[in-house]
T-cell receptor, first 116, second 112 residues
Framework: GAGVSQTPSNKVTEKGKYVELRCDPISGHTALYWYRQSLGQGPEFLIYFQGTGAADDSGLPNDRFFAVRPEGSVSTLKIQRTERGDSAVYLC??????????????FGPGTRLTVL | DQQVKQNSPSLSVQEGRISILNCDYTNSMFDYFLWYKKYPAEGPTFLISISSIKDKNEDGRFTVFLNKSAKHLSLHIVPSQPGDSAVYFCAASSYNTDKLIFGTGTRLQVFP
C-alpha cells in the first residue's frame, strides 16, 4: 500500500513569507507526527495528532508554527514570517494507533524548506 | 540537553564483518528504544526496537542490546552488506508519550 507522502518535496521561499507543508499519512493511521531535521542533527519532534486533535504540541518552537488536521487524515504544517533558521527538512510520520508508546512510526520522504 | 547521544558520527566496516553502532541516553523515563535507517533523500525507515523489559531483540541480521544500568544500547549488524550503508538513528520514547527523541545519527559505510 501507499506510504506517507509529503508535498512539496522542496520549497524555497524568502524570509518573511508564509509557507504550508502537506502530509498524507498511511490510510487508516490515527496518529500523525511532525518532526524537523536540521543539517547534521537527528529529527526533532514538533507536534503529534491523535485523530483531529493535537495531543502534544510541545515541540513547536514558537507561535509562528501551527499545524492542523481537520478531518483526521491529511495534515498541514504552517509557518508564518519564515526566518532563515527555519531552513530544514520537515518530516511527517504516521502510526496506526499512537496510544501505546510502542507504535511504529512510518516516515515520509520529507519536505526540504529553504528560506533565503 | 541531548537526551539521546550517538557519539560516533561515522563508522566504516568491511563487507561480511560485524557493524556495531552505539547509543547512550540520559532520561531514565525512556522505556522503548528504536533504530531507524535513513538513505539520502528518503525518510527514516524503522529497523528494530526493544522494550525496557528486555535486554536483547533479534531480527535476522540485526540485533539490539539494551543495558539499562548503563543507559546504553547498541545495534549489531552481522554480516554487514554494502546495502546497509546509510545513516542510523537511535530513538527513544516513554510509555506515556509517543514522541520520539532521536540521536544525531551514525553514518555507516560498508565497503567490499
Amino acid at each position: 500500500g501507499a506510504g506517507v507522502s509529503q508535498t512539496p518535496s522542496n520549497k524555497v521561499t524568502e524570509k518573511g513569507k508564509y509557507v504550508e507543508l502537506r502530509c498524507d499519512p498511511i490510510s487508516g493511521h490515527t496518529a500523525l507526527y511532525w518532526y524537523r531535521q536540521s543539517l547534521g542533527q537527528g529529527p526533532e519532534f514538533l507536534i503529534y495528532f491523535q485523530g483531529t486533535g493535537a495531543a502534544d504540541d510541545s515541540g513547536l518552537p514558537n507561535d509562528r508554527f501551527f499545524a492542523v488536521r481537520p478531518e483526521g487524515s491529511v495534515s498541514t504544517l504552517k509557518i508564518q514570517r519564515t526566518e532563515r533558521g527555519d531552513s530544514a527538512v520537515y518530516l511527517c510520520a504516521s502510526s496506526p494507533h499512537g496510544t501505546s508508546g510502542t507504535d511504529t512510526q512510518y516516515f515520509g520522504p520529507g519536505t526540504r524548506l529553504t528560506v533565503l | 540537553d541531548q537526551q539521546v547521544k550517538q557519539n560516533s558520527p561515522s563508522l566504516s566496516v568491511q563487507e561480511g564483518r560485524i557493524s556495531i553502532l552505539n547509543c547512550d541516553y540520559t532520561n531514565s523515563m525512556f522505556d522503548y528504544f528504536l533504530w531507524y535507517k535513513k538513505y539520502p533523500a528518503e525518510g527514516p525507515t524503522f529497523l528494530i526496537s526493544i522494550s525496557s523489559i528486555k535486554d536483547k531483540n533479534e531480527d535476522g541480521r540485526f540485533t539490539v542490546f539494551l543495558n539499562k544500568s548503563a543507559k546504553h544500547l547498541s545495534l549489531h549488524i552481522v554480516p554487514s552488506q554494502p546495502g546497509d550503508s546509510a545513516v542510523y538513528f537511535c530513538a527513544a520514547s516513554s510509555y506515556n508519550t509517543d514522541k520520539l527523541i532521536f540521536g544525531t545519527g551514525t553514518r555507516l559505510q560498508v565497503f567490499p
